[in-house]
């Protein structure tokens, strides 16, 4: 079905972009620009990191983190070209080549719009003991409805003893 059939959809893609297919430029798929991720939390404040990160800097260890103690992640992107429609997340997580965690969430639906969204995705603790202290490595990916992969980010992170 073409959006033109669809008037209930007009409707709602003129709402949300403030122009129709006509101003798109022909670009019929949205493009998820991130700019920036960071990291929140109590013990180091908040940490940027700009994208997309260098190949050779791929899996470099992007932060550290006492044990017990929480975060969150800020992400700052921008939305081109057309309505992306359920943007979402998952961030696996493994150390010592054994996944220990997997973790998904919605960020919504967002029309493109020249200032960039920054969003703040939900509350993390990190583990705590012995055993949980060390580096590990993860992978973080952004796709959408139609499983469009707009980013993925391998890095990785330290977890310390808390004093």
């Given at each position: 079905?073409?959006?033109?059939?669809?008037?209930?959809?007009?409707?709602?893609?003129?709402?949300?972009?403030?122009?129709?297919?006509?101003?798109?430029?022909?670009?019929?798929?949205?493009?998820?620009?991130?700019?920036?991720?960071?990291?929140?939390?109590?013990?180091?404040?908040?940490?940027?990191?700009?994208?997309?990160?260098?190949?050779?800097?791929?899996?470099?260890?992007?932060?550290?983190?006492?044990?017990?103690?929480?975060?969150?992640?800020?992400?700052?992107?921008?939305?081109?070209?057309?309505?992306?429609?359920?943007?979402?997340?998952?961030?696996?997580?493994?150390?010592?080549?054994?996944?220990?965690?997997?973790?998904k969430g919605m960020l919504g639906?967002?029309?493109?719009?020249?200032?960039?969204?920054?969003?703040?995705?939900?509350?993390?603790?990190?583990?705590?003991?012995?055993?949980?202290?060390?580096?590990?490595?993860?992978?973080?990916?952004?796709?959408?409805?139609?499983?469009?992969?707009?980013?993925?980010?391998?890095?990785?992170?330290?977890?310390?003893?808390?004093?």
């Open positions: 079905m073409d959006v033109q059939d669809d008037e209930s959809l007009w409707r709602w893609k003129e709402k949300l972009l403030g122009c129709v297919e006509s101003d798109l430029n022909g670009q019929m798929n949205p493009e998820v620009k991130f700019h920036s991720i960071g990291i929140i939390s109590d013990n180091i404040g908040e940490i940027n990191t700009p994208l997309p990160i260098d190949d050779s800097h791929s899996g470099q260890l992007l932060f550290t983190l006492k044990e017990g103690s929480q975060y969150q992640f800020k992400l700052t992107f921008t939305v081109l070209h057309n309505i992306v429609s359920g943007l979402a997340y998952t961030n696996t997580v493994w150390k010592g080549g054994l996944q220990v965690d997997r973790s639906t967002f029309a493109p719009h020249r200032e960039p969204y920054v969003h703040t995705l939900d509350e993390e603790i990190t583990p705590s003991g012995v055993l949980a202290r060390g580096i590990y490595m993860a992978k973080l990916k952004f796709e959408d409805d139609d499983r469009r992969c707009h980013m993925e980010l391998c890095y990785s992170f330290e977890i310390k003893k808390s004093r």
